[in-house]
């Protein structure tokens, strides 16, 4: 039996293969650039938790790399991060024009919302679900939202809770939008979609907060002036350290409605809440 | 009874209004920069010449204006075309932070999505085949991939059949899109839905060539070094207008095929196509 990521690496090599052609080779370059699949993962483990086969949550768990992967390509451009190197390569703006970084950002975007689309095995119900799900998490209300949040508090103070609601805007809403993917695909009651969402916004408050420790020139300098505020830079390390705890005590209350042992969800998740 | 644009203006303004918060400013700003809503308009027109209601119409009308306003904000970063202006105001990298000009493209590009999930008196089947036209045309294979060529062209030459596939790509899969909105709001034939996209590839063509030949610095300099490679500028004038004449045949054939009279959406368009 092939292993979570093998299933979605194959899938997406699939659904975005390599190319003479710049602008699906910038895609597919992006796509297969040493990340995790900790997304895609936590739609294939929630949608087999709540009893239902893989196969049916591959390409909306691909939808949601191909999500993760855009927002990665514009956030490293030049007017956002300005990073030449993620994981040790050169960012796709620097191994492509700039013009095709933005492009293929743009492009993994929409093609999320054409592979969803076309999904198999789902009711048309399930796939307007999922669409309108992803849409709400990823728009103005939330990832890119918390983007916006993020771009402009350089050099700024935040209040704690502003500093909640854009780590769990920016990083939470799609952990949140994975967890939902799979309860949609297994037709799960609303009242679990709740719990999950819920799962997703401290999972993404706990990863941020992870993030932020082991970036050691923010934790030890707590206010470096023109520097991005953050719950551990300003708060400093020890009150992020609690809320870490707080969040990862949230996760396991949440998790503990699930009708079935939630066993291999936080099999994927605890990696990344060890402090 | 107002005018299409007066409906769509108001239904934007509704669903993207302005704000204090300074993302949804820059999306509001760029979607009322006193564009021309030809888009929206065609898909109006259409759904209501295939006998539908106006108003099962508006949402996704509204959708592709606001890809048509995400992919003018893209396009006019410094890394792309690097326009200060458009229509007479300061672009939207310009008038806000570059970053938030990147954020208001993909949040209004993902708004657009959303709105058509939750599109009022259209059957789920009618909402998955939208958000799946949409996302066909707008993406690799269709808009953003013939702003690729676009981008890649610079300084180059281009035989004729690329020239043409690009405009087509670039301009003429979002017009297809509005129209092939309209037949399937409209639940027309597949037929139709053919004709209708032959409609809007050549509309795309036409308009194109109109555009590069209001640009006398293109038309007066045939093949500039650095100058994007186009219709006008390569085959020359005569031979564009040539190609424009026989878009607009073309147009009128396909138009043809329509069970009703397609005066509606010729009144549209013609003013596009007078040289």
Same mark, same amino acid.
């Given at each position: 039996?092939p292993?979570?990521t093998?299933l979605?690496?194959? *899938?997406?090599? /699939?659904?975005? &293969?390599?190319s003479n052609e $710049?602008? &699906?080779?910038a895609?597919h370059?992006?796509l297969f650039?040493?990340? @995790?699949?900790?997304r %895609? !993962?936590?739609?294939? =483990?929630?949608? #087999?938790?709540?009893?239902t086969?893989? @196969?049916d949550?591959?390409?909306?768990a691909?939808?949601?790399?191909?999500?993760?992967?855009? =927002?990665?390509?514009?956030?490293?451009l030049p007017c956002?991060?300005n990073?030449?190197f993620? *994981?040790?390569? &050169?960012?796709?703006?620097r191994a492509?024009?700039?013009? $095709?970084a933005?492009?293929?950002g743009?492009?993994?975007l929409? /093609?999320?919302?054409?592979?969803?689309?076309?999904?198999?095995?789902l009711?048309d119900?399930q796939?307007?679900?999922l669409?309108?799900? +992803?849409?709400k998490?990823i728009?103005?209300?939330?990832m890119v939202?918390g !983007?916006?949040?993020?771009?402009l508090?350089l050099g #700024?103070?935040m209040?704690q809770e502003?500093?909640i609601i854009m780590?769990?805007?920016k990083t939470?809403?799609?952990? =949140?939008?994975?967890?939902e993917?799979?309860a949609i695909?297994?037709?799960? =009651?609303?009242?679990?979609?709740?719990?999950?969402? #819920?799962v997703g916004?401290?999972?993404?408050?706990?990863y941020q907060? *992870?993030d932020? +420790? /082991?970036?050691?020139s923010?934790s030890s300098i %707590?206010q470096?002036?023109g520097?991005?505020?953050?719950?551990?830079?300003?708060?400093?390390?020890e009150?992020?350290k609690?809320?870490?705890?707080q969040?990862?005590?949230?996760?396991?209350h949440?998790l503990?409605?699930l009708? /079935?042992n939630a066993?291999?969800?936080?099999?994927?998740?605890k &990696?990344?809440l060890?402090?």
């Amino acid at each position: 039996m092939p292993s979570y990521t093998e299933l979605i690496d194959y *899938r997406l090599s /699939e659904l975005i &293969p390599d190319s003479n052609e $710049i602008l &699906p080779q910038a895609m597919h370059y992006a796509l297969f650039g040493g990340g @995790k699949r900790l997304r %895609p !993962q936590l739609v294939l =483990s929630t949608a #087999q938790v709540l009893g239902t086969q893989l @196969k049916d949550a591959l390409d909306p768990a691909c939808a949601i790399e191909m999500i993760h992967t855009y =927002s990665l390509i514009h956030d490293d451009l030049p007017c956002m991060d300005n990073d030449d190197f993620r *994981r040790g390569r &050169p960012t796709v703006h620097r191994a492509f024009p700039e013009a $095709i970084a933005v492009l293929a950002g743009d492009a993994l975007l929409t /093609e999320a919302f054409r592979v969803i689309s076309i999904a198999e095995n789902l009711s048309d119900r399930q796939i307007i679900r999922l669409t309108n799900c +992803l849409a709400k998490r990823i728009g103005k209300e939330g990832m890119v939202g918390g !983007q916006a949040i993020d771009i402009l508090s350089l050099g #700024q103070t935040m209040p704690q809770e502003l500093l909640i609601i854009m780590d769990q805007k920016k990083t939470g809403d799609l952990f =949140s939008c994975s967890l939902e993917f799979g309860a949609i695909i297994a037709n799960a =009651s609303p009242l679990i979609e709740k719990h999950l969402r #819920q799962v997703g916004l401290h999972l993404g408050l706990a990863y941020q907060i *992870r993030d932020d +420790l /082991e970036d050691s020139s923010i934790s030890s300098i %707590p206010q470096k002036t023109g520097a991005k505020p953050s719950i551990v830079g300003i708060l400093g390390i020890e009150a992020a350290k609690k809320i870490m705890k707080q969040s990862f005590d949230a996760i396991q209350h949440h998790l503990s409605f699930l009708p /079935e042992n939630a066993d291999p969800i936080n099999g994927l998740i605890k &990696p990344y809440l060890n402090t």
